[in-house]
């Protein structure tokens, strides 16, 4: 089978029961994405597939051979981070680290939805969406933290959104 | 070099605490760094995924195996049927050793094996077996075939049921029970009575990382271990005891952690079973636990029933203090959750009583989750205090000063520091408590609207530890220790030490932790992680710049350490230029007589609005602020991490969290991030931290203590009350949800 991830190409021979998240963690040396439950509970696995967020763990790596896939270690490096990677790190939007791809494949996912319009459940307005930090709450909240950095990964969020809309 | 030759060599600085330690490096160093909010220093490779956590190391021809779990709860295995799955492709063996898995996980800080044996049956989803594969898939579908015959035996699930023969357990961290005065009939003879039951549920630390080892045996016979684990010496002599080796023969790596509070203090289940499978196989075998292998056998915090009755006079001085709980253990186990342990010291009352019984159930192993004792016995001791407050007609923050001891009420010796008023009068300030109003009688809407503070307190303790320090000809400091850091800040923290005393910026200290072979250190617990390993490298700093002074012939404190620069008596060198070979020292600190001269803690307030809709019983928490007073703090924004995640963790006992014991069998009938409900993103609000500048010298050379479990203890009990203001309605079973408020909410 062959997988597009991070704009490389990749050939593996997987299992049909091979999640994403296995493919990327036990066959591709991408362990960026984290396993905290396998069943979608957690949401450590995010990954953005072609552009949206989806828990890797509850997927078949099957069913994405024609897909442009991105895990955390496509979005920036330690030497070029992303401007979320960069905005988790100053704010401390971690602690212990292990969901923290997750949060930040999910925060740039979220983004790109806000853009789009989509409404969530605390939006007031359905054809005026914008991002305040009750919106940024309920949209990560399918990224536990169990540290507990809520408040900080609100905080580099909110930064990078505000960035983004200057430059926009 | 053996451990024992490095300690007796004449490169290690050692420090017992016998005395206080009124000076520190860290007040008089140039470097600035020290207390500072930098971000973490490894901080880019957590956010590139780079981080490597046990499961995540490569290894040659490496199988996979997959955990099976009892589904008795009492009994003994009577046939595993191994050679039905066996057949299946890419199954490699099925593999079990009846004497040697573990049947409990370890308790935190042992030095030796947990309870072993499997072909018994103590609780639902003890593990019995692993089938190894050559992938995962393969495992795990075989793992689920596998037939199991049991002959079932009968086990004791019901807390209700067996309450009345609860024992008493062994002294452990505190004395099982104790007694001061008449306390009986003090509360008896007292003006103003509060007697209540408060029950709190068995819960999960639920780290998001689950328990993983990859166990590979060397040719010399060691085994290397990569494994998730909070306390590497330890579990290290506890893994060699379950395998019948030396110490010395095993070496852990545990470099990044994807938290613990309390669950990975002690080995797991799966790491002897890897170990045992590897060996049997001849190859590397990495075991990842299922979440819900990891909620049915790791640990969970045990359930507790507490029976406060708090006697006072009128103006609310308390003359009566008990508190009595039951909790409940497996029949093997020592460990029982210390509940009352913050009670000991925290309020003034001449006639007290502190008692723990345990019932002896099958269920999963209870041990330390985060703040054992102080986080569920504060949620009912604060709550207690705010019916006194109730019943006295007095201001629960001035309860509380009312109640303040001169020193410790029970040893009779002084605290090392204690700024719980100044931290109840600062987050009055900053919260406005003033605008608190009497209970029930703000409702906007639907929505009933409501304060409520709590104080925090948790001792403080020094533990052995050990690290090395080199510095180099290049003018670099390496750390290196077995310590961990679980999220709690470990590498920077240690980089700030190292960088304040050897005045070098942080990109010229390198940390290294995790590694087994390394000097042992106290490793994460406790909350005695900072102070004790921060102490040791501290101790080995101030050892190099004694060698730097002699180096430059001047005193050690007439010289300044600054960007990579000695200077003293006008002259100044280049580290490069005055270290010729590469300096290499041990620094030790060890607890010592301070902690019997003085009762150490750190202290808080909390403070919590919350707003209850008075149609469903929903509960909102709005706001939360808490002030801290912990020594030094080391790190001003890891600091203020660690309180959110504390603050978090008792909005969730508070609110949401509690596992749920099915009564026929004991097993854990939630055991998952679905069901066992944790706080998500929506559930805290922009939390605020503050801290109170102190230094507590009576504690170490840094004048540190604890954090990481302060934010917890007495977080619940905050949400509980502002809850009880908002509505009128005090819940003392917790969770508290909706179902247990909506009888009492006005219609």
Redesign the interface.
Known sequence: MHFTINGQRYEADV?I??SLL?LA??HL???????????G??G?CTMLVNGRRINACLTLAVMHQDDEIV???GL???EN?HPM??A???H?G????????GQ?CSAVGMLDEVAKGWPSH?TGDLTDVSLD??E???R????????????????AIREVAAKEEVSA | MSLLDIFSSGDTRSLTMDEPHPSSLLDSGAQGVIGKPL??V????????????A??Y?AENLA?GVLVRSTVSAGRIAAIHADEVQALPGVIAVVTDYDTFLRNAAQGGDTDAPVQGVEEIQYHGEIIAVVVAE????AR?AAARLRVDYEPGEGRYDFERYRNEAERPPDSQVEAHSQQGDPDGAFAAAAVKVSAVYTTPSQN??????HASIAEWKEDGTLLLHGAYQMVASDQQQLADALGLKADQVRIISR??????GSKLGIAPESVAAAIAAKQLGRPVKI?M??QQVFDATVRRSNTEQHLKLGADADGRIVALIHDSLVSNLPDEDFFEPVGIGTHFAYAGENRRINHDVVRLNRTLSGSMRAPGEAVGQMALEAALDELAEATGVDPIELRRRNEPPQDPEKQIPFSSRALVPCMEKGAALFGWADRKAPGSDRRGEWLHGIGMAAAVRSNMLQKSAAQVTLTTDGRAIVETDMTD????TYTILAQIAGETLGLPLDRVIVHLGDGKAPPAAGSGGSWGAASSGSSVYLACELVRERLAKKMGVDPAAMTLKDGRAIAENRAVDLTDLVDENIVVTGQIAPGKQEKLHTQASYGAHFCAVKVNAVTGEVRVERMLGVFAAGRVLNE??A???C??G???GIGAALTEELVHDPRNGKIVNR???EYH??????????EVHFLPERDINANPIHAKGIGELGISGAGAAVANAIYNATGVRVRDYPITCDKLLAGLPD
């Not at chain 1, 040396?29 to 069943?39: Q, Y």
């Not at chain 2, 490894?42 to 956590?53: F, R």
């Open positions: 299992d029961r091979t296995d963690r036990e040396g991408l362990t960026g994405s984290k396993k905290g439950c396998d069943h509970q957690c450590a895990t955390i270690e920036g490096s330690v981070l990677q960069d988790f790190v100053r401390d971690y602690q212990c680290g292990y969901c923290t791809p930040i605390v930090d009750a940024i709450s309920e990560m909240s399918g990224n536990i933290c169990r540290c507990a950095a809520y408040p900080n990964i609100v905080d | 971000p973490r490894e901080g880019p490779l957590k956010v590139a995924g780079k981080a490597t956590y499961a995540e490569p996979y992938t995962f898939e393969i579908d630390s639920a780290a998001m990382e689950p990044y952690v994807g938290g613990g509070f990842v299922a979440r679980i999220g709690t800040g924004q890891t203020r991490s660690q959110l995640g603050m978090t963790f998952d991030m679905a944790l706080p998500v993103n929506a559930d805290v609000p922009q939390l």
